[in-house]
């Protein structure tokens, strides 16, 4: 059962320009190769991907208001608890601002929190004055928007990445199936196993019911062995979840990687103008 978390006291607006400030080094585009699996555990703040709404909002709107009180609650929450949703209401639906963070399953606490802030500092340069956001770092996801998104299933295909087959072996591929299967079957909203060199892992954001997050893992881990074959690592993230696998010759992502985005962006159901980012 999902656990229900309340909104806890605002953080001051000036602390939270403070935090942006301070981390806005950690800007989008790294010009570094992403982790592997196995590399990433330690790298919570390393870019993965993000996206942007085409709708913008302006500047001094009441929608830039409760955005900004939208991210300073998730940046507050985030030293208390692994994943959160609010909803900051407008006075219309279009001025209404709703958003979630969830922190990797593993992550300490002073981690997520670190992780939430860092995403927040780097969503604003990525969308700027865009009515809707997400982005995924290694630790922690952020996404918000003034279209409800909360609550609702979304098995889209948002990113996928596999590595070169050279060098896995019949043996590597039997324990890697091993992995994923003792991934679908492991119960839970975060999921991480291993079998010698070959480790796995697989989360679902908060607002999904225990089936719905089955369903979406599951779907997650069948396309990552589909579409990745005899890759040495593969990730496969849905809207809603992701599923990951590396193997001990993958400790890097090569730079030629299959990096591959869906044609509808992450931000919401309807079809907006693709604003789509990863590592080339």
């Not at 003034?146 to 609550?151: D, P, V």
């Amino acid at each position: 059962m999902l656990l229900s978390f309340s909104p806890s006291p605002l953080m001051p607006m000036a602390k939270l320009r403070n935090i942006i400030k301070t981390l806005s080094i950690f800007f989008f585009l790294i010009a570094a190769t992403a982790p592997s699996l196995s590399s990433a555990t330690s790298a919570t703040d390393t870019f993965v991907f993000g996206g942007c709404s085409q709708q913008k909002f302006s500047p001094a709107s009441a929608y830039e208001s409760n955005l900004n009180s939208l991210l300073t609650s998730l940046v507050n929450s985030a030293t208390y608890s692994s994943y959160n949703n609010f909803t900051i209401m407008g006075s219309s639906s279009s001025d209404t601002a709703r958003g979630l963070f969830q922190c990797r399953g593993d992550l300490s606490m002073p981690d997520c929190a670190t992780c939430v802030a860092r995403a927040v500092s780097q969503v604003g340069p990525l969308c700027p004055f865009t009515c809707g956001g997400a982005l995924q770092l290694a630790g922690c996801y952020i996404k918000y928007d003034n279209i409800s998104f909360l609550g609702q299933e979304d098995k889209t295909v948002v990113l996928k990445k596999c590595g070169s087959s050279e060098g896995y072996n019949t043996d590597g591929i039997s324990r890697r199936d091993a992995v994923l299967t003792e991934l679908v079957n492991g119960g839970g909203y975060f999921r991480a196993g291993g079998s010698g060199d070959v480790q796995g892992m697989g989360q679902c954001v908060g607002d999904l019911t225990v089936s719905e997050c089955q369903d979406c893992l599951g779907t997650a881990i069948g396309r990552l062995k589909n579409d990745c074959g005899t890759a040495v690592f593969g990730d496969m993230f849905l809207a809603k979840c992701y599923a990951r696998y590396s193997t001990d010759g993958a400790q890097h992502y090569a730079k030629s990687h299959n990096c591959e985005f869906s044609l509808l962006t992450i931000i919401s159901r309807k079809t907006f103008k693709n604003k789509m980012f990863c590592f080339p």
